[in-house]
């Protein structure tokens, strides 16, 4: 077990519906990073908060965003969903500070969102 | 432009045959080269970092080495337990998102 949890497990939508996905880091983490995961694409990075503020962003479509609330959660929001959009969706989290362990990532048991 | 590339991308071992999984790197500045675990429908599961050429990391039948241009995972008498995707990941800059993830070398281990 990471620390790292995600809910929900599973979501089954529709095309064109919106869904937020939650994440909770490591306690003491300050850096929530998000990737989708499909069987063509392997692991990408869509973005990543630090203690609040968007700290970088990947390939993450303009119909999705991300906020990292003052308690450290983060939710992915995924807007005007397509067929193409059925992935898991993991989130990692990192320590923070000056030691080399911050750039370790551990992730979460994901999300399957499947859009029929 | 920085690419990671894993080989192979399918192994299969019998049962106490031990291997190496490649992962080759070009990107400018390495900063830490990471191997994770993952298994059928879950989340990444970290196993090591290696940040300078020469360096080795072990973790009971898996050891990690570095190289300036690639990382081996030696995986020494498998069990069956250890069949799962094993995937490596670059840091190339100072910013720990910057991170790219290889496509992964899925073990299968026969007993």
């Known amino acids: 077990d990471s620390g790292v949890t995600q809910t929900p497990k599973h979501l089954i939508t529709a095309t064109g519906q919106r869904v937020t996905l939650r994440c909770s880091p490591r306690?003491?983490?300050?850096?929530v990073y998000w990737y989708q995961q499909s069987l063509d694409q392997g692991l990408q990075f869509l973005i990543q908060?630090?203690?609040?503020?968007?700290?970088a962003k990947g390939n993450i479509l303009e119909r999705f965003s991300a906020q990292q609330f003052p308690d450290l959660h983060s939710e992915l929001n995924l807007s005007s969903l397509e067929l193409g959009d059925s992935a898991l969706y993991f989130c990692?989290?990192?320590?923070?500070?000056?030691?080399?362990?911050?750039?370790?990532?551990?992730f979460g048991p994901g999300t399957r969102l499947t859009v029929t | 432009e920085d690419q990671v590339t894993q080989s192979p991308e399918a192994l299969r071992l019998q049962e106490g045959e031990s291997s190496s999984l490649n992962c080759s790197y070009t990107?400018?500045?390495?900063?830490?080269l990471f191997w994770y675990r993952q298994d059928p429908g879950k989340g990444p599961e970290f196993l090591f970092t290696?940040?300078?050429a020469g360096e080795e990391k072990e973790k009971e039948r898996l050891k990690a080495t570095l190289t300036k241009k690639e990382s081996f995972l030696h995986i020494t008498a498998p069990k069956p337990e250890d069949s799962a995707t094993y995937l490596c990941?670059?840091?190339?800059?100072?910013?720990?998102?910057?991170?790219?993830f290889g496509s992964g070398t899925r073990l299968s281990i026969r007993p």
């Open positions: 990692a989290s990192s320590e923070s500070g000056t030691s080399g362990k911050h750039y370790e990532q551990y």
């Open positions: 306690s003491g983490d300050l850096s």
């Open positions: 990107v400018s500045g390495l900063r830490g």
């Open positions: 990941a670059v840091r190339r800059d100072s910013s720990a998102s910057k991170i790219i």
């Open positions: 290696l940040y300078s």
């Open positions: 908060y630090y203690n609040g503020e968007e700290r």
